[in-house]
C-alpha cells in the first residue's frame, strides 16, 4: 500500500487545487447534516466542504485531517448544514450527524458502499480504513474513479503513483474502528473498550481488564449465592431471626454492588489512563 509511503507534503502541492477543484460541486449542495461551528487553523491548508477535519492539538480550532491527527479526527466539513448547534460565527461548520459529501481518494483502494473512511496522508482527503484506526464515518456510495480527478503523488522513496481525487456520500459515525484480524480480541470487546476510553486502546489493557471483570464478577456471584444459601437455611433452622438473617443479607449485597463498581472503575482508569 503507497498509504505507508506517501508523505504529508503532498497535500500542499497540487492535491491542494484538486481540493479546491471539487469544492464548488460540493459546496453547492444543501445538505440535511447537523453542524457544530469551530475557528478554522489554515497550518495544513484551507478548510473547504467536503474535508476531514480534526481538532487542533490543545486548541478548539479544526484543521485539515491527516494519518498524523487521524486520532483527533471531529467530522467533515459542509459549508451549507442544515442545523447549526453553534451561535457564534465561526469559519468552519462540521457536520457531526447525518450524511455529506466527502472527498476520498483511493490511495488505500477503491471505495465501496459500506467501507469506513479515515483521513489519508493528503490533508483533507478520506480513504478507506484497511487497519485499526479512527474513522469518521461509512460510504454510502462507491467512489466513481471515472468521475475523479487524477493526481501525481510522490511518496517518501522517490516513487511516483498516480492517485484519483473524488467525493463519495458519507454517513457521519466517529468511532474506533478495528479491522478484522488485527486482533486477538473478539470485534466487539475492542469496540466496547474504545467507546468507553474514547481512544484506541492496547489489547494487553483490553485483556486485562476483561480478566479482572471476569474473575471479580465469578467471585462475587459465588459468595452471594453463598450467603444467600446459608442465610435460607438458617431461617428454616430459625425463624425467629429471619429479620436479623434478612438485614445481613442486604448488607452483602450492598458490599456485592461496592465490590463491582470498584472494579468498574478500576477497569475505567487502566483503559483511560
Same mark, same amino acid.
Given at each position: 500500500?503507497?498509504?505507508?509511503?506517501?508523505?504529508?507534503?503532498?497535500?500542499?502541492?497540487?492535491?491542494?487545487?484538486?481540493?479546491?477543484?471539487?469544492?464548488?460541486? +460540493?459546496?453547492?449542495?444543501?445538505? /440535511? @447534516? *447537523?453542524?457544530? !461551528?469551530?475557528?478554522?487553523?489554515? #497550518?495544513?491548508?484551507?478548510? $473547504?466542504?467536503?474535508?476531514?477535519?480534526?481538532?487542533?492539538?490543545?486548541?478548539?480550532?479544526?484543521?485539515?485531517?491527516?494519518?498524523?491527527?487521524?486520532?483527533?479526527?471531529?467530522?467533515?466539513?459542509?459549508?451549507?448544514?442544515?442545523?447549526?448547534?453553534?451561535?457564534?460565527?465561526?469559519?468552519?461548520?462540521?457536520?457531526?450527524?447525518?450524511?455529506?459529501?466527502? +472527498?476520498?481518494?483511493?490511495?488505500? /483502494? @477503491? *471505495?465501496?458502499? !459500506?467501507?469506513?473512511?479515515?483521513? #489519508?496522508?493528503?490533508?483533507? $482527503?478520506?480513504?478507506?480504513?484497511?487497519?485499526?484506526?479512527?474513522?469518521?464515518?461509512?460510504?454510502?456510495?462507491?467512489?466513481?474513479?471515472?468521475?475523479?480527478?487524477?493526481?501525481?503523488?510522490?511518496?517518501?522513496?522517490?516513487?511516483?503513483?498516480?492517485?484519483?481525487?473524488?467525493?463519495?456520500?458519507?454517513?457521519?459515525?466517529?468511532?474506533?474502528?478495528?479491522?478484522?484480524?488485527?486482533?486477538?480480541?473478539?470485534?466487539?470487546?475492542?469496540?466496547?473498550?474504545?467507546?468507553?476510553?474514547?481512544?484506541?486502546?492496547?489489547?494487553?489493557?483490553?485483556?486485562?481488564?476483561?480478566?479482572?471483570?471476569?474473575?471479580?464478577?465469578?467471585?462475587?456471584?459465588?459468595?452471594?449465592?453463598?450467603?444467600?444459601?446459608?442465610?435460607?437455611?438458617?431461617?428454616?433452622?430459625?425463624?425467629?431471626?429471619?429479620?436479623?438473617?434478612?438485614?445481613?443479607?442486604?448488607?452483602?449485597?450492598?458490599?456485592?454492588?461496592?465490590?463491582?463498581?470498584?472494579?468498574?472503575?478500576?477497569?475505567?482508569?487502566?483503559?483511560?489512563?
Amino acid at each position: 500500500m503507497i498509504v505507508r509511503r506517501v508523505t504529508r507534503l503532498l497535500a500542499l502541492g497540487s492535491l491542494a487545487s484538486a481540493i479546491f477543484l471539487w469544492a464548488p460541486a +460540493l459546496s453547492a449542495q444543501a445538505s /440535511g @447534516t *447537523i453542524a457544530q !461551528g469551530f475557528a478554522a487553523n489554515s #497550518s495544513q491548508g484551507t478548510i $473547504v466542504s467536503g474535508a476531514l477535519v480534526s481538532l487542533k492539538q490543545n486548541t478548539q480550532s479544526v484543521e485539515l485531517a491527516t494519518a498524523d491527527n487521524v486520532d483527533q479526527l471531529v467530522g467533515v466539513a459542509d459549508q451549507h448544514p442544515l442545523v447549526v448547534i453553534s451561535g457564534s460565527s465561526q469559519e468552519a461548520q462540521v457536520v457531526l450527524g447525518g450524511a455529506t459529501d466527502t +472527498l476520498v481518494s483511493d490511495i488505500n /483502494g @477503491t *471505495i465501496k458502499a !459500506g467501507d469506513r473512511i479515515t483521513a #489519508s496522508p493528503v490533508a483533507g $482527503v478520506g480513504m478507506k480504513a484497511t487497519t485499526t484506526t479512527r474513522v469518521v464515518g461509512i460510504a454510502q456510495t462507491d467512489f466513481d474513479v471515472a468521475h475523479a480527478q487524477s493526481q501525481d503523488i510522490t511518496d517518501s522513496a522517490g516513487g511516483h503513483h498516480t492517485i484519483h481525487i473524488g467525493h463519495v456520500t458519507l454517513q457521519i459515525s466517529l468511532a474506533n474502528y478495528q479491522a478484522p484480524g488485527s486482533g486477538f480480541l473478539p470485534p466487539f470487546l475492542q469496540d466496547v473498550a474504545n467507546n468507553v476510553a474514547g481512544k484506541q486502546v492496547s489489547i494487553i489493557r483490553v485483556l486485562i481488564c476483561s480478566v479482572l471483570l471476569l474473575v471479580s464478577m465469578l467471585t462475587l456471584a459465588l459468595f452471594t449465592f453463598s450467603s444467600a444459601r446459608s442465610a435460607m437455611i438458617s431461617i428454616g433452622r430459625n425463624p425467629l431471626a429471619s429479620a436479623h438473617i434478612r438485614s445481613s443479607l442486604y448488607q452483602v449485597g450492598a458490599i456485592a454492588f461496592a465490590a463491582l463498581g470498584a472494579v468498574l472503575l478500576a477497569c475505567y482508569f487502566i483503559l483511560t489512563l
